[in-house]
């Protein structure tokens, strides 16, 4: 007979986050990523939980290799903070890594296995370029999808549009109410010590640096401010088993299907809808926004585009306050009914990808006990939008005092479909004459300095064999620009082969990037090249 787990308590014994930025030497004092990890030990001042009791140190961080060159990170951290011996664990689920990591010392402490587990998300991201990192971050994103041009701010981007031509805004009303959604997110931010970019952008100056160029298109429909900023960061907690005032009521993440162009729609993410459901089961919170009052939402909210549709999969607010809601301080402001990103949010306070997730926890644990909420509720999304974590911490005398029997969430939205295997392009053309397809939707990527565009990401639905209909993604080069944006949804779509050529309605088909495997592969040869031709020099 199947018997039903019956978690303990866990609780938040201790927290603690360093001041998000560049700690380059220019903008925050240099340091490495081990020298950033070891800031984290400020977390035992005052804790009832001591270095000698932690018995794991789960660490999330997104790519450590590839941006700082540390591999082997969750026992070199455990080392730096004098707790070697214990258990270390490396957790990697792209952006959503530090919210990852709390769910996995969330499970080892409810589970018996350990009494008390040291939490760490960190993230190191000025070890490399601004373009360095948009390439490994593009990691995440399925490998065709990539080498067509897809990268996280394009998908951003295709999310800004799915929202514009669902609500019917023009590229007037999208700016204006992205004007807004920036002046709110930096207001927050200029009251935050601790956020990277802690300055006011009023509407007016966020027109007016369009006008100067610096707050350019980057991908239609986003402008540079609808951004994160590149950031550095780390946060760490201590959960234990002995009762606290705060404890963790609810923990879940949910995933998507890897590949965007598969996606039944963009403006609405179901790993975030799966994810709160079973944190707020967990929780035995029926309806989260009997909450309303005390409690503080930390979204995730890298592009203009994704706050306003995470407040409403969270359950917060209701579909037709999509639109308005977090432009009304009644509802989400500082005194509303759902306080909402008070500290400045990605856009304000900055992403540090892996450490944002433990970041937002941080920042909600520090509201409860300096601010009087009752509960914070957090939202972390990894990856192309598919690796979502949704906690909740609560004061336990709160908790205590509400019914809180877990349930099974159902429900639950349904994904896309991935094609299948052998459902290639090449298999699509490989009968006698054009496919007719309909275009879906697409965006374009421009230089920030002349305005050129640079190239098209385009999804069309494509009529196959048997009645099946299946997307495909496409990069088109920006020279094609005038004939990509006249397209809208519905618009037909004809695909051909021509030579060695792929072409949709008439225009090749491009590949922009090589995986980082192709890049190695030439940095070898370049090496190689240069070790032959000094072989006949002296030493030293």
Same mark, same amino acid.
């Given at each position: 007979? /199947?018997?039903? %787990? ?31 990890? &070891? ?17 794991? *140190? ?21 080392? *730096? +903070? ?7 664990? +490396? ?71 799915? +929202? ?27 009251? =935050?010590?601790?956020?990277?970019? =802690? ?11 369009? *006008? ?51 996606? =039944? ?12 459901? &079973? ?18 939402? =930390? ?9 306003p549709i995470n407040m409403v999969d969270l359950g917060i607010l209701p579909r037709h306050r999509l639109l308005d809601g977090l432009l009304d301080d009644e509802l989400t402001g500082e005194h509303g009914l759902f306080p909402t990103n008070l500290t400045g949010g990605l856009k304000g306070r900055g992403h540090p990808l892996g450490a944002t997730g433990m970041i937002q926890v941080v920042e909600n644990h520090r509201l409860i006990l300096e601010r009087g909420f009752r509960a914070g509720l957090s939202h972390s999304i990894g990856g192309p939008i598919n690796n979502n974590v949704v906690i909740l911490l609560e004061r336990e005398e709160h908790y205590d005092k509400r019914r809180h029997e877990p349930y099974k969430p159902w429900g639950l939205p349904s994904l896309g479909?991935? /094609? ?53 993604? %496409? ?66």
């Amino acid at each position: 007979m /199947k018997t039903a %787990f019956h978690p303990r308590k866990v609780y938040v014994a201790a927290s603690y986050m360093a001041p998000v930025g560049r700690y380059n030497g220019r903008e925050r004092e240099e340091l490495s990523f081990l020298g950033l990890a &070891e800031k984290s030990g400020a977390v035992f001042d005052g804790s009832p939980v001591r270095r000698k009791e932690i018995e794991a *140190v789960v660490v999330g961080c997104q790519s450590p290799v590839a941006f700082s060159s540390v591999d082997n990170t969750a026992a070199k951290v455990a080392g *730096v +903070l004098g707790v070697s011996g214990t258990k270390s664990i +490396l957790i990697d689920t792209a952006s959503s890594s530090g919210a990852t990591a709390f769910e996995v010392a969330y499970q080892m402490v409810a589970s018996g296995s350990c009494d008390h587990v040291l939490a760490i998300g960190i993230q190191k991201m000025s070890d490399v370029s601004t373009p360095e990192a948009t390439r490994i971050v593009a990691g995440v994103i399925d490998r065709d999808e990539a080498e067509f041009g897809l990268s996280m701010p394009a998908c951003g981007a295709l999310v800004a549009r799915a +929202l514009m031509e669902r609500l019917g805004l023009s590229l007037e009303e999208w700016t204006a109410f992205s004007s807004l959604l920036t002046q709110r997110a930096h207001r927050y931010a200029a009251r =935050n010590p601790d956020a990277h970019l =802690n300055f006011e952008i009023e509407v007016e100056e966020y027109y007016r640096q369009i *006008v100067s160029g610096k707050n350019y298109q980057y991908w239609w429909p986003l402008r540079y401010h609808d951004f994160c900023p590149m950031s550095d960061g780390v946060a760490a907690v201590i959960l234990t088993s002995r009762p606290q005032e705060v404890l963790a009521a609810g923990v879940g993440s949910a995933t998507d299907i890897p590949t965007i162009a598969d996606r =039944n729609y963009f403006h609405s993410f179901p790993a975030t809808v799966r994810a709160a459901a &079973e944190a707020y089961g967990m929780a035995g919170l029926k309806d989260v926004r009997s909450l309303a009052g005390g409690l503080h939402v =930390n979204m995730h909210d890298p592009f203009n585009g994704f706050g306003p549709i995470n407040m409403v999969d969270l359950g917060i607010l209701p579909r037709h306050r999509l639109l308005d809601g977090l432009l009304d301080d009644e509802l989400t402001g500082e005194h509303g009914l759902f306080p909402t990103n008070l500290t400045g949010g990605l856009k304000g306070r900055g992403h540090p990808l892996g450490a944002t997730g433990m970041i937002q926890v941080v920042e909600n644990h520090r509201l409860i006990l300096e601010r009087g909420f009752r509960a914070g509720l957090s939202h972390s999304i990894g990856g192309p939008i598919n690796n979502n974590v949704v906690i909740l911490l609560e004061r336990e005398e709160h908790y205590d005092k509400r019914r809180h029997e877990p349930y099974k969430p159902w429900g639950l939205p349904s994904l896309g479909r991935t /094609k299948p295997r052998d459902m290639t392009v090449e298999a699509l053309l490989a009968g006698n004459g054009p496919v007719e397809g309909d275009f879906v939707t697409a965006t374009t990527r421009f230089d920030h300095k002349s305005g050129e565009p640079l190239n098209t990401v385009m999804v069309v639905s494509c009529h196959c064999e048997a009645g099946e209909r299946y997307n495909f993604l %496409f990069g088109i080069g920006g020279e094609f620009y005038d004939r990509t944006a006249p397209l809208t949804p519905g618009d037909r779509v004809t695909l051909e082969r021509s030579g060695t050529d792929i072409l949709v309605n008439r225009m090749p088909v491009r590949r922009f990037y090589r995986r980082t495997l192709d890049g190695l592969v030439e940095l070898a040869e370049a090496a190689r090249r240069r070790l032959r031709g000094s072989r006949s020099e002296p030493l030293g």
